[in-house]
């Protein structure tokens, strides 16, 4: 769903992971992204819980959903035909002239924030991660495999068992999402 807004708020999230005591954890991610700092202290939270972090990219880690995927795992695996997008920070300002540009100057920050999570899973610099956000770059799982975002890409699609043999968790996947935000709304029309 979307991150904050209308869709899973980090608060919540992280009151059930205090509940969680496992020793692994499969986070299963669809999602356009949303709220950057939701996104942060979401990302956070899984990257502190003592337990070894999976993420599985079921169809889509998008925006803020994709830093929380590269960020918060041991291992991001692609499922068959998922896809991963990273850009840049997006915001609302209104006001004058000062207040437009100090938005601009929290925008960058923001955005060479998040190029940091990225450089920290796939190497390289912060700089080169910022010049593929400005682009607004869309991956294949084999492309983010590759470009060293995600540790897999599925072969099977087939989702891992889990650890106490009981019943596989139900997958309540459901496309809410508007994507009017994005610079491109697919990677078929991104250059």
């Known amino acids: 769903d979307e991150i904050g807004g209308w869709g899973v708020w980090a608060s919540d999230l ?10 692994r954890i499969d986070v299963r991610l669809n999602s356009p992204g949303g709220d950057v700092f939701d996104g942060i202290a979401i990302m956070n939270a899984l990257r502190n819980h003592p337990a070894t972090v999976t993420t599985y990219v079921d169809a889509l880690a998008a925006s803020a959903a994709s830093f929380i995927a590269v960020g918060a795992s041991d291992r991001v695996i692609m499922e068959p035909q998922s896809m991963m997008m990273i850009h840049d920070a997006h915001g609302i300002a209104m006001g004058n002239a000062a207040e437009m540009a100090a938005m601009a100057n929290l925008m960058d920050l923001i955005s060479d924030n998040i190029a940091e999570v990225y450089a920290g899973k796939a190497g390289g610099k912060t700089a080169e991660w910022r010049d593929l956000m400005r682009a607004e770059q869309w991956y294949t799982a084999g492309e983010a495999v590759t470009a060293g975002l995600a540790d897999e890409s599925s072969k099977t699609g087939h989702p891992q068992e889990p650890d106490d043999g009981g019943p596989a968790p139900e997958d309540d996947v459901t496309d809410r999402w508007v994507f009017s935000t994005w610079k491109y709304p697919s990677r078929d029309a991104a250059p």
């Not at 992280?14 to 020793?23: D, H, N, T, V």
């Open 14 to 23: 992280i009151a059930e992971l205090r509940q969680i005591s496992a020793s």
